[in-house]
């Protein structure tokens, strides 16, 4: 028992040498840390353009610029740099002038030192010297939406009505010389199987290229439609004669044709007979030609696939 006693009061002691030998360890490297930040470096680092203040008529087309400077500060200050990707901040309402077809900002080490940079950091170098901003003059436009779909139905189910997108018509603003080009958006590809309900599904745009030096309103639509259940109708529809002479008297017959159609169930009812005309134009009658051809001239918006039962009308003159 005393053994066992002796031994856990040398392990107990054991471990805590350990632990005040970890505590100094991590003490030093701390000490040591401070030590190095404490200390001033001189380094060159690429600080990225922020532009401020840009008139809204005109666009900056040249968005990658970057400007060395070279700092000499504290360990500490640095740190900031390592986190946070460096910015310049450019403001277009009193940092630069406009010369041809550019914008140009000359470097300021006062301007910079006084109100990006705080006392303990001295700037030594600012490369280049001279940053020219290229610029066009902005163009705003309204272009439409193309959609672009492939989409299979279920059997018996069909799209009733138009697909539509929302929005349906993006705007576009650039230079010039860009967005003149652009004339409409198309969409990505929409591809659907086996579809017996509503569509509403989010799709991106095809941006043109250059797309860095253009805005746009949006990069995606949504693209509606609505999905009902279909069934087959057929109507008799009476054969209307057009340009008959006054001086001649015909005989046709059929009088009336079978139209079939394909229509939602819940326009089925609404499908009436006065919706179609059908008629047949004496005037395209040729030379010896003993029959007449039927034309649908006439039919509601609410049907799909109309079709005519029978091609030929035979007619007689009996005046």
Request: hydrophobic content about 40%; proline content about 4%; overall charge positive.
């Amino acid at each position: 028992m005393i053994r066992k006693l002796k031994s856990k009061i040398l392990i107990s002691i054991k471990n805590r040498r350990i632990n005040v030998f970890l505590l100094f360890l991590l003490s030093a490297f701390v000490i040591l840390i401070f030590s190095k930040l404490s200390k001033e470096y001189t380094k060159t680092v690429a600080f990225t353009i922020e532009k401020t203040n840009v008139p809204q008529k005109y666009i900056i087309l040249n968005d990658s610029i970057k400007l060395n400077v070279t700092l000499k500060t504290h360990g500490f200050k640095w740190i900031k740099y390592a986190f946070n990707r460096p910015k310049i901040k450019v403001d277009f309402n009193k940092d630069v002038y406009k010369k041809d077809a550019y914008f140009v900002w000359h470097k300021s080490k006062a301007f910079l030192n006084n109100t990006q940079f705080d006392k303990q950091v001295e700037i030594l170098n600012i490369s280049p010297d001279t940053l020219r901003f290229r610029f066009g003059v902005n163009l705003v436009k309204k272009v439409p939406v193309k959609l672009n779909t492939d989409i299979a139905y279920s059997v018996g189910y069909d799209l009733s009505g138009d697909m539509v997108s929302e929005p349906d018509s993006v705007i576009v603003v650039g230079p010039n010389t860009l967005a003149s080009t652009i004339n409409f958006l198309e969409t990505e590809v929409l591809k659907l199987a086996d579809v017996r309900s509503n569509i509403s599904e989010t799709v991106k745009l095809k941006l043109p290229d250059k797309k860095s030096d253009l805005k746009f309103s949006t990069d995606k639509v949504t693209i509606k439609a609505s999905v009902e259940k279909f069934t087959e109708g057929t109507l008799k529809i009476p054969v209307t004669m057009v340009n008959v002479p006054d001086n001649m008297t015909l005989k046709y017959f059929p009088k009336a044709i079978s139209v079939s159609y394909y229509v939602s169930l819940n326009n089925f009812d609404a499908v009436k007979p006065k919706d179609f005309k059908v008629v047949c134009d004496y005037g395209k009658v040729s030379e010896n030609q003993s029959f007449l051809i039927p034309e649908l001239v006439r039919f509601p918006e609410v049907v799909k696939n109309v079709k005519i039962g029978q091609q030929h009308v035979e007619f007689i003159i009996t005046k």
